[in-house]
T-cell receptor
Framework: DGGITQSPKYLFRKEGQNVTLSCEQN?????MYWYRQDPGQGLRLIYY???????QKGDIAEGYSVSREKKESFPLTVTSAQKNPTAFYLC???????????????FGPGTRLTVL | GQQLNQSPQSMFIQEGEDVSMNCTSS?????WLWYKQDPGEGPVLLIA?????ELTSNGRLTAQFGITRKDSFLNISASIPSDVGIYFC?????????FGTGTSLTVIP
């Protein structure tokens, strides 16, 4: 089955620690995204990548870092610089195309991060 | 980034009733998407719309791509308890996706 996997489902971390969230897709999509979702709020874009070894900051990139060494993988690191990291994190992917390309985005199951 | 205007914010309906929600934007989009999210899970794509004026159905769900390309609506007919969840709209232009704030649907048996 093609899809997006995120691990772990639940993650706990102590203040001051960095933590890495995993995201893998086997949809052969070029573009991958990380979103943050807080209770009762919409999705906010953290980082996105349109191609391997390239990524761009989204609206709330401060305190986060990413890498894109393989097409299938787009891990997100939540650093100790992120002031309020407790949230639900969603990874997504899509085909990549030009400005007038029709496109759909698919999501993983999410990782809930809690900072203790 | 741009956030789409989605309404209503929440709905409480009786089982069997029809539901309607909509999204508006100040920008045009190539694609309108509708998702459903259950608590603690990722959003699941319900319907994708590609053409202005397009009306698409998926079972009891019907969605339309507004003629101006700046709006879309989703209708759910004959609601059932498993329709409970949060519904998000999204607009796509290039590699960018913009999301509504969600409509929380509660179905009362």
């Amino acid at each position: 089955d093609g899809g997006i996997t995120q691990s772990p489902k639940y993650l706990f971390r102590k203040e001051g620690q960095n933590v890495t969230l995993s995201c893998e897709q086997n949809l052969n999509h070029d573009a991958m995204y990380w979103y943050r979702q807080d209770p009762g709020q919409g999705l906010r874009l953290i980082y996105y990548s349109q191609i391997v070894n390239d990524f761009q900051k989204g609206d709330i990139a401060e305190g986060y870092s990413v890498s894109r060494e393989k097409k299938e993988s787009f891990p997100l690191t939540v650093t100790s610089a992120q002031k309020n990291p407790t949230a639900f994190y969603l990874c997504a992917s899509s085909l990549s195309g030009g400005a007038f390309y029709f496109n759909e985005q698919f999501f993983g199951p999410g990782t809930r991060l809690t900072v203790l | 980034g741009q956030q789409l205007n989605q309404s209503p914010q929440s709905m409480f309906i009786q089982e069997g009733e029809d539901v309607s929600m909509n999204c508006t934007s100040s920008s045009i989009f190539n694609t309108w998407l509708w998702y459903k999210q259950d608590p603690g899970e990722g959003p699941v794509l319900l319907i994708a719309l590609y053409k202005a004026g397009e009306l698409t159905s998926n079972g009891r769900l019907t969605a339309q791509f507004g003629i101006t390309r700046k709006d879309s609506f989703l209708n759910i007919s004959a609601s059932i308890p498993s329709d409970v969840g949060i519904y998000f709209c999204a607009g796509q232009f290039g590699n960018q996706f913009y999301f509504g704030t969600g409509t929380s649907l509660t179905v009362i048996p």
